[in-house]
């Protein structure tokens, strides 16, 4: 679904056609999407048209590229103990 609006708003059936899930587990996604920030909708009529929120976007990715720099400098330090141990 975040890659899908990535390239543009969508609406809830269009997000649901190419899943294997139902209109009310797409929606649940969208709720928790929305609630995170992520993603904003708005309701025109009957439909509802989601959009995803850039900046928060970034600030997840920043995140993650934190936690991976976290990760691999533990995961270095460990290879690095482990070389020294079969020295």
């Known amino acids: 679904m975040v890659e899908r609006l990535c390239r543009g708003p969508a609406s809830v059936s269009e997000l649901a ?6 209109l009310p587990a797409v929606v649940q996604h969208l709720q928790v999407l ?3 920030g992520l993603v904003t ?6 439909v509802r048209t989601c959009q995803i929120q850039p900046q928060a976007l ?4 920043g995140w993650l590229t934190d936690q991976r720099t976290h990760w691999e400098r533990k995961l270095d330090r ?4 482990l070389a020294k141990d079969t020295d």
């Open 34 to 36: 929305e609630a995170s």
């Open 58 to 61: 970034r600030a997840a990715e």
């Open 78 to 81: 460990l290879g690095d103990y």
């Open 41 to 46: 909708s708005q309701k025109t009529g009957r």
């Open 17 to 22: 056609k190419p899943l294997a899930m139902s």
